[in-house]
C-alpha cells in the first residue's frame, strides 16, 4: 500500500492503534539515518508512507543483509557495539536494497500492465483514492508511482471532518463507476470502520482490506484475494522464518490478520501482545522478529529485546503540521520502506486490472429462473401474467452484468437502460445475432413474437445460454384496435403483460409530441412568412435580448449551409435578411403528417386553419398513426444520441418553391426534438415468464417503415450477452417485408452481420396459402383448419420455400420454426418439417412453447445454436450505388417474384427530384400490402407474372430511406365494429386489467 495522502499513516480500522498523538521513535528503536538521505530524491525529504510508518532497524550489529526473492531480506545483529552505532553502519545499504527492490517491484508491474495495453488499446486502469484532506504532496507521490507503472490516479478529496455516511456515499458512487477500476482509501484513523472498509466493491478493493477479501486470504483461494501492500511489505522483508517465532505488537484489524495468516504459512510462530500487556517484556525477550504495528509505548526498552532479534516497525502514526516526527534523515528510512508498499499497493492495482479486463469478458450470467407450472388448457394471457411473480428489475439487471448507474427504474419491473454501457462494454465481443422472420401473415396469426420469447427463454432457462430478446414496442392503435397486445402469448411473453402493451414507459408519447410539434412549426412558419415583412420577420426570429442580439446555435447553422458567414445579427445585407429569414415553403409539397396512437379513420383526411385567426390560411392535411412517424423510424435506427440529433435534423419535410428541401433543421427545430426524445432512445429492460431479459424499443410501422425493433437495443444486447450468447429479435411481416428490411436497411445503419434466420410457420396458415377458404376475424374456423388435410398443406408450402429462398439470397443460414397448434396433426408437422428441409432449410423444428414455455422450444434453441456454427456469407440485395429504379426493380424481381415494376408519373417525377436533391444513394424501404407477395391482398401462395405498380415514391431522409408506395397505403388503421376496448376493463378495487388480450 503506497503513500496515498491520508494524514494517518495506516490503512486499516486498527483499534490497537496510537490514537490522536504522534511522537518520533524513542532511543530503543534507534534510527541513525543520516548517510541515507542523500540516496533520496527530492521530495523524499517529506514523502510521508500512508500505509506503513516504516522503522527498520537491527536490535545490536546490522550484518549484510541475505537475499530473499524479489527484495526480502532477514535483518540481523551479530554482537557487541551500540545499536545506534550498528543502525548507523548498516541502514545505508538497507536502504539501497529498499528502494532497488520497489524498482523491481515497480518494473515488474509496468511490464504487466504494458501487455495487458496490448491486449487492451483503448485500456485507461484508474485508481481513484478517497481522502479527507488536503495534502497535495501525498497526492503528488501517489500520481509519480502511478505514472512510472502506467495508471492514473484520481484522488477524491473530501473536506476534513466528513461523516463516514458521506465517505460510504462516495465509495458506493465510485464502486458504480465504470472507468474507476480500483478503490482505496485515505482517512484518518478513527474513519476506518467496517462499515466503511466493505462499502468498498472486493473487485475494486486494491488494500485488500474489506472482509470478503480477507476471508479469501484466510482461507487460501489465491486467485481471489490481494495482500494488503502492508503486510506484502512485510513479508518482503523477512525470510527462512520455519521454526521462528514472530511477535506482533499492537496488531488488530485487517493488515495484522493477514500478517498473522501470512506468517503462520511460511512456518513462524506467531504471536500477539498489546503495549499494555504484562507479559509483553517477557515476550520481546523471547521473539526472534519483532513486528510493531502501532505506536511504542515510552517506556519499553531496547534492552527488553534479545541480540539478534529482527525488528520492524510499520507503526501507524498521524501525520500533522502540529506534531514532531523527528529528523528529515529519520523520513528517509521510512520513505525508503514506505516506497515499498507504495509499489505494493501499484502492483495490486495492476492485479485489480487484470480480473476486470476477464470480468469484462464473456461469462455465463448468475440469472436465476423463474419456474413455469403450465396448466391445460392453457389460460388467456393476462392471466398467465398476472400468475407469474416477475423480479424486481435492478435484480435482473444486475444478474445480467448492468451495474445501478446504467439503469433508470419505471416501476417495479421496468427500466430504461443508458447508452454509457456501449462504451463501458466496447471491447466485448458480440454475441450471435437471430433473427426471427415468417411467412407471409394471414388472418390466423404465425406467432413470431411467441416464437422470439420462447427461443430466448429456451436458450436461458433451459440451455444455460446467455439470451435477450429484442422487441418492438406496441402501440397502443391495435391493442384497443383489432390485434390486441403484442407480448408474445401463452407461456412465451414478456411480463408484466399489462406494462408492456399499455404506455411502457412513455416513448411512444414522447414520438408523438416532438412529431407534433414539429408539424406545428411548419404551418406557423408559413403563416408568419406571409403576414410580416422581410425586417419584421428577421426581427422577430433575432430579437434583442437585454439590448442584444445574437444567433441561436442553429440559426448559425442555417447562416453557414447559406454561404452566409458573419455572427452579428445587425451586418447582413437585405438580401441575406431574406435568404435567411424566409423557408418559402409550398404549401403543396407539405409531406410530414401530424400524428396520435389511436385507429382514428375520420383523421386520414382533414383540413386545418379554418379559425379565424389563421388569416385564410387553409389546407388539406391528415393524420398518421404514431409509429408510423420518420421520428419513430429513426429512433430504430439510430446509434447515439448524437446520431439521432443528426437524423432528426435531416428529415425534409417539404420543398421551397424553387423545388429545395426545407428540413427541421431548417426550422431550427432539431434542439428541441432531441430535447423531447432524449429518453425515448434508451432501451427498455423487462423480462419473459421465466425471468430472462427482454428489450423492447422502438416500433416503426412495418408498412412503410422498416418494422424493427431499435438498433440500440440490439447493440446493448450483443454486448452483455457477450461471443456465446444470443440476440433475439424479430422482423415485421413476412420475409419479403420485414426480413429484406432488416437486412438491406438495419443491418446496414448498424453494421451487425446476422447469424441465423429463424422462419416462423404454421400449419393453419399454410393451409391458407394453399387454397383454404377466407377467414374472418371472431368466426368460427372451418374444418379445413381443424382436420387433417395434407393437400392444402402440401399446397401452402410453396409460400413457405419461397420465403427460405428469400433469405438465401442473403447467405443466412433458415431454421423454420412450426409454431404448433392443438389441432395440428402429427402427419401435418412432418411434412411441412420435410419440405422445409428439402427446400434448403438448415432444420425444421415443431415448437410448443405457448403452451409449455421455454421447454417447447428446447430443440429450436438447439437447431439454432447449431446454424449459428455455420460459416456465412452474408451479403446485401443490392448496391447503393445503383439508381432508385433499379433498386426497386432489384427487390420487386427477386424477393417478390414480380415480372417488372410500373411507375406512374407522379413516382418518376419524385424519383428524379430526389436523384437530383442527391438522395439518390439511400437504400429501399418498400411500402406494399403484407398479405400477399405481390400488390393484391387476395393473391396467396406464390403469385408469379406480376407486374409491380408503384404509384408514389417518398424519401424518409432522417431515416436514411426512400420508401415507394405499392397501390393505396393506409397510414392510420381504422376501427372495426367491435374493437378490442370492449373487453378491456379496470377493477376500481384492485386496479387490475381485464379483458386485456
Known amino acids: 500500500m503506497g503513500a496515498s495522502g491520508r494524514k494517518r499513516k495506516g490503512i486499516s480500522a486498527v483499534k490497537g492503534g496510537q490514537g490522536e498523538g504522534g511522537s518520533r521513535p524513542s532511543a530503543a528503536f534507534p534510527l541513525a539515518l543520516r548517510p541515507a538521505a542523500a540516496l533520496l530524491p527530492e521530495p523524499a525529504g517529506g514523502m510521508r508512507s500512508a500505509a506503513l510508518r516504516w522503522c527498520v532497524a537491527p536490535a545490536v550489529r546490522a550484518a549484510p543483509p541475505p537475499s530473499r526473492g524479489l527484495c526480502g531480506r532477514q535483518l540481523r545483529g551479530a554482537g557487541g557495539g551500540g545499536a545506534a552505532e550498528a543502525a548507523a553502519r548498516f541502514m545505508l545499504p538497507k536502504i539501497c536494497l529498499f528502494l532497488l527492490c520497489c524498482s523491481k517491484i515497480t518494473e515488474k508491474a509496468k511490464k504487466s500492465l504494458a501487455a495487458l495495453k496490448k491486449e487492451n488499446p483503448r485500456l485507461e486502469p484508474t485508481l481513484a483514492i478517497i481522502q479527507a484532506h488536503n495534502d497535495h504532496l501525498i497526492?503528488?507521490?501517489?500520481?509519480?508511482?502511478?505514472?512510472?507503472?502506467?495508471?492514473?490516479?484520481?484522488?477524491?478529496?473530501?473536506?476534513?471532518?466528513?461523516?463516514?455516511?458521506?465517505?460510504?456515499?462516495?465509495?458506493?458512487?465510485?464502486?458504480?463507476?465504470?472507468?474507476?477500476?480500483?478503490?482505496?482509501?485515505?482517512?484518518?484513523?478513527?474513519?476506518?470502520?467496517?462499515?466503511?472498509?466493505?462499502?468498498?466493491?472486493?473487485?475494486?478493493?486494491?488494500?485488500?482490506?474489506?472482509?470478503?477479501?480477507?476471508?479469501?486470504?484466510?482461507?487460501?483461494?489465491?486467485?481471489?484475494?490481494?495482500?494488503?501492500?502492508?503486510?506484502?511489505?512485510?513479508?518482503?522483508?523477512?525470510?527462512?522464518?520455519?521454526?521462528?517465532?514472530?511477535?506482533?505488537?499492537?496488531?488488530?484489524?485487517?493488515?495484522?490478520?493477514?500478517?498473522?495468516?501470512?506468517?503462520?504459512?511460511?512456518?513462524?510462530?506467531?504471536?500477539?501482545?498489546?503495549?499494555?500487556?504484562?507479559?509483553?517484556?517477557?515476550?520481546?525477550?523471547?521473539?526472534?522478529?519483532?513486528?510493531?504495528?502501532?505506536?511504542?509505548?515510552?517506556?519499553?526498552?531496547?534492552?527488553?529485546?534479545?541480540?539478534?532479534?529482527?525488528?520492524?516497525?510499520?507503526?501507524?502514526?498521524?501525520?500533522?503540521?502540529?506534531?514532531?516526527?523527528?529528523?528529515?534523515?529519520?523520513?528517509?528510512?521510512?520513505?525508503?520502506?514506505?516506497?515499498?508498499?507504495?509499489?505494493?499497493?501499484?502492483?495490486?492495482?495492476?492485479?485489480?486490472?487484470?480480473?476486470?479486463?476477464?470480468?469484462?469478458?464473456?461469462?455465463?450470467?448468475?440469472?436465476?429462473?423463474?419456474?413455469?407450472?403450465?396448466?391445460?388448457?392453457?389460460?388467456?394471457?393476462?392471466?398467465?401474467s398476472r400468475a407469474q411473480s416477475p423480479k424486481a428489475v435492478d435484480v435482473l439487471a444486475k444478474e445480467i452484468g448492468l451495474l445501478t448507474d446504467e439503469i433508470e427504474i419505471y416501476g417495479q419491473t421496468k427500466a430504461k437502460v443508458r447508452l454509457s454501457l456501449l462504451?463501458?462494454?466496447?471491447?466485448?465481443?458480440?454475441?450471435?445475432?437471430?433473427?426471427?422472420?415468417?411467412?407471409?401473415?394471414?388472418?390466423?396469426?404465425?406467432?413470431?413474437?411467441?416464437?422470439?420469447?420462447?427461443?430466448?427463454?429456451?436458450?436461458?432457462?433451459?440451455?444455460?445460454?446467455?439470451?435477450?430478446?429484442?422487441?418492438?414496442?406496441?402501440?397502443?392503435?391495435?391493442?384497443?384496435?383489432?390485434?390486441?397486445?403484442?407480448?408474445?402469448?401463452?407461456?412465451?411473453?414478456?411480463?408484466?403483460?399489462?406494462?408492456?402493451?399499455?404506455?411502457?414507459?412513455?416513448?411512444?408519447?414522447?414520438?408523438?409530441?416532438?412529431?407534433?410539434?414539429?408539424?406545428?412549426?411548419?404551418?406557423?412558419?408559413?403563416?408568419?412568412?406571409?403576414t410580416q415583412s422581410d425586417k419584421a420577420l428577421y426581427n422577430r426570429l433575432v430579437p434583442a435580448v437585454n439590448g442584444v442580439r445574437g444567433f441561436s446555435a442553429i440559426q448559425l447553422a442555417r447562416l453557414r449551409r447559406l454561404g452566409i458567414y458573419k455572427t452579428d445579427p445587425d451586418t447582413l445585407t437585405e438580401e441575406e435578411v431574406r435568404k435567411f429569414a424566409r423557408l418559402d415553403i409550398d404549401p403543396s409539397t407539405i409531406t410530414w403528417q401530424r400524428v396520435v396512437d389511436t385507429n382514428d379513420r375520420f383523421l386520414r383526411k382533414i383540413t386545418v386553419g379554418q379559425a379565424n385567426t389563421e388569416k385564410g390560411f387553409i389546407r388539406q392535411a391528415q393524420f398518421d398513426i404514431a409509429v408510423a412517424s420518420e421520428i419513430m423510424a429513426i429512433l430504430a435506427l439510430t446509434t447515439s444520441l448524437q446520431d439521432m440529433k443528426?437524423?432528426?435534423?435531416?428529415?425534409?419535410?417539404?420543398?421551397?418553391?424553387?423545388?429545395?428541401?426545407?428540413?427541421?433543421?431548417?426550422?431550427?427545430?432539431?434542439?428541441?426534438?432531441?430535447?423531447?426524445?432524449?429518453?425515448?432512445?434508451?432501451?427498455?429492460?423487462?423480462?419473459?415468464?421465466?425471468?430472462?431479459?427482454v428489450f423492447v424499443h422502438a416500433g416503426p410501422f412495418a408498412n412503410i417503415a422498416h418494422g424493427n425493433s431499435s438498433v440500440l437495443a440490439d447493440k446493448i444486447a450483443l454486448k452483455l450477452v457477450g461471443e456465446k450468447g444470443f440476440v433475439v429479435t424479430e422482423a415485421g411481416f413476412g420475409a419479403d417485408i420485414g426480413m429484406e428490411k432488416f437486412f438491406n436497411i438495419k443491418c446496414r445503419a448498424s453494421g451487425l452481420v446476422p447469424s441465423v434466420v429463424v422462419l416462423v410457420a404454421t400449419v393453419r396458415a399454410l393451409k391458407m396459402h394453399g387454397g383454404g377458404p377466407n377467414?374472418?376475424?371472431?368466426?368460427?374456423?372451418?374444418?379445413?383448419?381443424?382436420?387433417?388435410?395434407?393437400?392444402?398443406?402440401?399446397?401452402?408450402?410453396?409460400?413457405?420455400?419461397?420465403?427460405?429462398?428469400?433469405?438465401?439470397?442473403f447467405g443466412v443460414p433458415v431454421v423454420v420454426a412450426v409454431n404448433i397448434f392443438k389441432t395440428d396433426s402429427a402427419a401435418e408437422v412432418d411434412l411441412v418439417c420435410k419440405i422445409a428441409k428439402q427446400s434448403g432449410a438448415?432444420?425444421?423444428?415443431?415448437?410448443?412453447?405457448?403452451?409449455?414455455?421455454?421447454?417447447?422450444?428446447?430443440?429450436?434453441?438447439?437447431?439454432?445454436?447449431?446454424?449459428?456454427?455455420?460459416?456465412?456469407?452474408?451479403?446485401?440485395?443490392?448496391?447503393?450505388?445503383?439508381?432508385?429504379?433499379?433498386?426497386?426493380?432489384?427487390?420487386?424481381q427477386k424477393v417478390y417474384g414480380a415480372q417488372d415494376i410500373e411507375l406512374s408519373p407522379a413516382a418518376q417525377s419524385q424519383v428524379d427530384r430526389y436523384t437530383q436533391q442527391g438522395f439518390g444513394n439511400l437504400p429501399i424501404c418498400m411500402a406494399k400490402t403484407h398479405l400477399s407477395l405481390s400488390h393484391q391482398p387476395e393473391r396467396k401462395g406464390v403469385p408469379t407474372g406480376f407486374i409491380l405498380p408503384i404509384s408514389d415514391v417518398r424519401a424518409s431522409i432522417g431515416a436514411g430511406f426512400i420508401y415507394p408506395l405499392v397501390g393505396t397505403m393506409s397510414t392510420m388503421p381504422g376501427l372495426p365494429t367491435r374493437p378490442c376496448f370492449y373487453d378491456i376493463d379496470l377493477d376500481p378495487i384492485t386496479e387490475e386489467v381485464k379483458g386485456l388480450f
Not at 432539431?670 to 423480462?687: E, H, N, R, S
Not at 452474408?874 to 445503383?882: G, I, Q, T, V
Open 842 to 892: 438448415f432444420d425444421a423444428v415443431p415448437c410448443n412453447h405457448w403452451s409449455a414455455g421455454g421447454g417447447g422450444a428446447v430443440k429450436l434453441a438447439q437447431a439454432v445454436e447449431e446454424a449459428a456454427r455455420q460459416k456465412t456469407s452474408f451479403k446485401y440485395l443490392y448496391s447503393l450505388e445503383l439508381p432508385i429504379v433499379e433498386k426497386i426493380r432489384i427487390i420487386a
Open 139 to 384: 497526492q503528488d507521490i501517489n500520481k509519480n508511482f502511478a505514472k512510472e507503472v502506467g495508471l492514473r490516479v484520481i484522488h477524491i478529496c473530501l473536506p476534513e471532518g466528513s461523516s463516514k455516511d458521506e465517505i460510504v456515499n462516495e465509495i458506493l458512487r465510485l464502486n458504480e463507476d465504470p472507468n474507476v477500476q480500483g478503490l482505496a482509501l485515505d482517512l484518518q484513523e478513527s474513519l476506518y470502520s467496517s462499515k466503511v472498509l466493505n462499502a468498498v466493491k472486493p473487485e475494486k478493493d486494491v488494500d485488500g482490506l474489506s472482509s470478503i477479501n480477507l476471508g479469501r486470504l484466510i482461507h487460501g483461494d489465491a486467485y481471489n484475494y490481494l495482500v494488503p501492500p502492508a503486510a506484502c511489505a512485510v513479508m518482503e522483508l523477512l525470510e527462512d522464518l520455519g521454526g521462528k517465532t514472530v511477535l506482533l505488537v499492537g496488531a488488530s484489524g485487517a493488515v495484522g490478520a493477514a500478517l498473522q495468516c501470512m506468517l503462520q504459512r511460511e512456518g513462524a510462530v506467531t504471536v500477539s501482545c498489546q503495549w499494555k500487556a504484562p507479559q509483553l517484556q517477557t515476550k520481546l525477550h523471547d521473539a526472534d522478529v519483532v513486528v510493531v504495528c502501532s505506536t511504542k509505548r515510552d517506556d519499553v526498552l531496547l534492552s527488553w529485546i534479545k541480540p539478534g532479534t529482527t525488528v520492524i516497525s510499520c507503526s501507524l502514526h498521524l501525520l500533522s503540521e502540529k506534531h514532531n516526527y523527528g529528523q528529515r534523515d529519520n523520513h528517509a528510512a521510512e520513505n525508503a520502506v514506505g516506497s515499498l508498499a507504495i509499489a505494493m499497493r501499484m502492483q495490486n492495482m495492476v492485479k485489480t486490472t487484470e480480473r476486470w479486463i476477464q470480468s469484462q469478458q464473456y461469462r455465463k450470467w448468475d440469472l436465476r429462473c423463474l419456474k413455469l407450472q403450465p396448466l391445460s388448457p392453457v389460460p388467456s394471457d393476462i392471466e398467465i
Open 775 to 809: 377467414v374472418t376475424a371472431g368466426a368460427p374456423l372451418k374444418k379445413e383448419y381443424t382436420e387433417e388435410n395434407l393437400q392444402l398443406v402440401a399446397g401452402g408450402c410453396c409460400n413457405l420455400q419461397k420465403q427460405i429462398q428469400i433469405a438465401q439470397l
Open 423 to 530: 462504451e463501458r462494454l466496447k471491447d466485448q465481443p458480440d454475441g450471435k445475432y437471430v433473427l426471427v422472420a415468417g411467412i407471409t401473415p394471414t388472418p390466423l396469426g404465425e406467432g413470431k413474437s411467441t416464437v422470439t420469447i420462447g427461443l430466448v427463454q429456451a436458450l436461458t432457462a433451459h440451455l444455460s445460454i446467455n439470451s435477450f430478446a429484442c422487441l418492438r414496442q406496441p402501440s397502443q392503435g391495435p391493442t384497443f384496435g383489432v390485434k390486441g397486445g403484442a407480448a408474445g402469448g401463452g407461456y412465451a411473453q414478456v411480463i408484466p403483460m399489462e406494462e408492456f402493451n399499455l404506455h411502457l414507459t412513455g416513448d411512444i408519447h414522447a414520438i408523438t409530441a416532438a412529431n407534433n410539434l414539429l408539424a406545428a412549426a411548419i404551418d406557423a412558419r408559413i403563416l408568419h412568412e406571409n
Open 646 to 693: 443528426e437524423r432528426l435534423g435531416k428529415m425534409v419535410v417539404a420543398n421551397d418553391k424553387k423545388g429545395e428541401p426545407v428540413t427541421a433543421e431548417d426550422l431550427g427545430v432539431t434542439g428541441a426534438l432531441a430535447v423531447l426524445m432524449k429518453d425515448a432512445i434508451k432501451p427498455t429492460l423487462m423480462q419473459t415468464l421465466e425471468g430472462t431479459p
